[in-house]
Each structure stands twice: as C-alpha cells, then as structure tokens.
C-alpha cells in the first residue's frame, strides 16, 4: 500500500507556530473492540480552514467525537487549547455541527432566534436570564450567518441550507472558535451549498475562526479548504488543497490495484468504477 507520509509545506509549518488549537500524538481510537482509528497525529492552528475526507466508516466522525472529547483514546494524546478534551476552561470554545443537527422534527415549533439562541446556554447560566447580555451574542451571530431578517421565522420553514446555516449560528453564539462540521452539505442544494461554503470561508477570514469539515463532496470541499486530510484509520495525506491526489493517486492510496492493468490506454475513471472509491466521494462537474 502506497502511504504518502508528507511534509506540511513550509508556510502551513510557519502557521503551525502560530497559535495551537489542536495537538494530536499517536492516537488510537478503538469502537466496540475494533480499532477505528490508529497512529493518527495531526497540528492545526488558528484560522485554518481543513477538509477531512476519507470512505464511509474510515473513522472521520469517530475523530471528531475524540477531540470532543465523547470518546475516549485508547493511546496517545489530544490537547485542545493546551488542555484535555471536555476540559472545564475550553468548554464553550469549541462547537460541533452535524448534518443531522439541521434534520429537525417539523413538530419542534422554534424560531431561528430560539434555535441561535441555546447556543448560549451553558452548565453555568442554565437556570438564570440574563437577556441584555446574551441578545448581543445571538444578533451577532444571526448576523454572521446571514439570518438576520428571518429571525422570527419558525425553524420548520427554512430551507435545509437555511437551517444549516442556523446550526452554525447557534455555534457562533457560543462564541466557539473551533468549529467541527460533520457533513454540513448533505441535502442541500447547490446554491445552498455554495453560500455556505462562502460564509465558512468569511468566518476564517474575518473572524478568524478555525473549521474543520468532513464532506464527501469532494470538489465542494476543494473549493474551499486550504488543506486537506485524507483518514483511512490513519491519516493517509495532509497538505495543501491544490497538492490533493487526484482520484487514480488516491485509489493507490488506498492499496486498490486498478484491475485492468496499467494499460496507458486505460481510463482513470475504470479505477474508480471497480473500486468503492467512488461510494467514498461525490465529485460533481
Ligand atoms: N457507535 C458505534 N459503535 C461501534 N462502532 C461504531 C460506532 N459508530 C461507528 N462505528 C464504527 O467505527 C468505524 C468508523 O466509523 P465513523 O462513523 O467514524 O466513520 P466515518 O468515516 O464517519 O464514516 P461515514 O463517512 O459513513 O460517516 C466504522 O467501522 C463504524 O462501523
Ligand atoms: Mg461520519
């Protein structure tokens, strides 16, 4: 199996001593007995824009669940901010995005207000108001994601791009500055698709916020990340987008021989037909 081990280019190394937000050491993550996630390292700093791609049960959620400290490393070390996962002084930095977090029942009767707002709930202000305070944080974030005009407006009369982007909010009003997406683009449409990917990109940018996000729109995510991780139970590529393996490069990566030779002739995409490469990521024209 060809494993690309590379070196992050030199100016991510210079961004790698700018501020740490996360340090990962040789984790290993094991579910229900199996290993899911082995010998994985991984720096991110501040104001980077990551894309974790990988096949389906490659382990992508089960990394994001670890640095949120949900599961539990078998080995290894995950500092988040300099401290533990779930630690007390980081609690609130960071914030998870899920798709399914934007999948709300149409019974739960909530405005994008309501919904932003929970955002700023936390173990220490849950059973008191302080709505001065809080109001601030909730507009802003409304703001920064573009929902300012459809405050009032229940939840259940969004559109999915919309209730995603209500998600993040929510997120914002945290005030997280880590912000883990698990495939925030699935069922949303393409213009959809793209104001979010635009609004991610402003909140690195202005707000200099960090992302990390799974997609398996693998050209959506190109589009807009400035590096990229390939996780097979260990991190099979990192570096910058543009240096990512084209799909033939990946399949290598992953160990699939291509089955009708190396025939010159042979089109690319035969690699993919015969391999599961192609359930792994959507690329769109
Ligand atoms: N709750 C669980 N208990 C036991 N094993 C699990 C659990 N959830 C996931 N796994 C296993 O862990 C492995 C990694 O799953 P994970 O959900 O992290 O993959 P993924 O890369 O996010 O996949 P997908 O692209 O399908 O979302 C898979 O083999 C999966 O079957
Ligand atoms: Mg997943």
Redesign the pocket.
Known sequence: MVVLNMQPPADMQLMKQATSILDIKDLTVS??G?V?LSEVDLQISKGEFIGLV??????????LLTILGVLKAQHGTIEVYGQKPMSRSILGKIGWVSQAAAVMPKSVRITVRELVQLGTLNSRNMFWRRRGAHREKVDSAMQMVGLEDLADHDISRLSGGQRQRAVIGRALASEAEFILLD?PLVGIDRESRNSLLMLLDKLCHDENKTILM?S?DLSAIRQTAHRMIYLEESIRFDGHTDEFPDLTSLAGLRGIEPVHGHKSHAPKTIVLEDSDVDDAFTEEE
């Open positions: 579910r229900s199996k899911v990988g096949p389906n049960g490659s382990g992508k959620s089960t990394l495939e799974v398996h």
